[in-house]
T-cell receptor
Framework: QKEVEQDPGPLSVPEGAIVSLNCTYSNSAFQYFMWYRQYSRKGPELLMYTYSSGNKEDGRFTAQVDKSSKYISLFIRDSQPSDSATYLCAMRRNYQLIWGAGTKLIIKP | NAGVMQNPRHLVRRRGQEARLRCSPM?????VYWYRQLPEEGLKFMVYLQKENIIDESGMPKERFSAEFPKEGPSILRIQQVVRGDSAAYFCASSLTEGQNTGELFFGEGSRLTVL
């Protein structure tokens, strides 16, 4: 069993919809939780990181962490075609990042 | 302010040849990380270096792979006697501090290695 599980998708939604992306994990020692966005043929770029349980908002993006359920989410409001990309969750163990496989998101105009 | 620069972007090698991938971190960054990404899979940590030092190479295969980050010049990931299973995208990331603590890593665009 992988330490971090993430549905690879693809997830296809119409423009303007609210998108929910999720990861589950098995190691309760994980401390920091990150979401990265990766466009095709590009390197990942950091979207958000959180430390504690709860919500963190940045513009159209909200990151949610539930440590009791070992579950993290990224919500995207008012989704745009430019949001089409692969979204990877990552979690810190010691000083290594452990990554989910990434969810491919397609926003249809 | 240039980002993380990786070259070559694409590299084709035959089995048994050597592959050298280069990474210049962002200006002022002294922490460099190498990751490997296979299709439909997440990033796999390989090695973490600071100038002239390997801090953590626990993700690096014990044979054929090596990495360095000299005092002057780029970081280099070297793969000797490549095999088809080495075909992947190799990403370099840099950070100002020990960025894996908070995930504030800045990634290059990757080097895609194809082994024939």
């Amino acid at each position: 069993q992988k330490e971090v599980e993430q549905d690879p998708g693809p997830l296809s939604v119409p423009e303007g919809a609210i998108v929910s992306l999720n990861c589950t994990y098995s190691n309760s020692a994980f401390q920091y939780f990150m979401w990265y966005r990766q466009y095709s043929r590009k390197g990942p770029e950091l979207l958000m990181y959180t430390y504690s349980s709860g919500n963190k908002e940045d513009g159209r993006f909200t990151a949610q962490v539930d440590k009791s359920s070992k579950y993290i989410s990224l919500f995207i409001r008012d989704s745009q075609p430019s949001d089409s990309a692969t979204y990877l969750c990552a979690m810190r163990r010691n000083y290594q990042l452990i990554w989910g496989a990434g969810t491919k998101l397609i926003i249809k105009p | 302010n240039a980002g993380v620069m990786q070259n070559p972007r694409h590299l084709v090698r035959r089995r048994g040849q050597e592959a050298r991938l280069r990474c210049s971190p962002m200006k002022g960054h002294s922490h460099v990380y190498w990751y490997r990404q296979l299709p439909e899979e997440g990033l796999k940590f390989m090695v973490y270096l600071q100038k002239e030092n390997i801090i953590d190479e626990s993700g690096m295969p014990k044979e054929r792979f090596s990495a360095e980050f000299p005092k002057e010049g780029p970081s280099i990931l070297r793969i000797q006697q490549v095999v088809r299973g080495d075909s992947a995208a190799y990403f370099c990331a840099s950070s100002l501090t020990e960025g894996q603590n908070t995930g504030e890593l800045f990634f290059g665009e990757g080097s895609r290695l194809t082994v024939l």
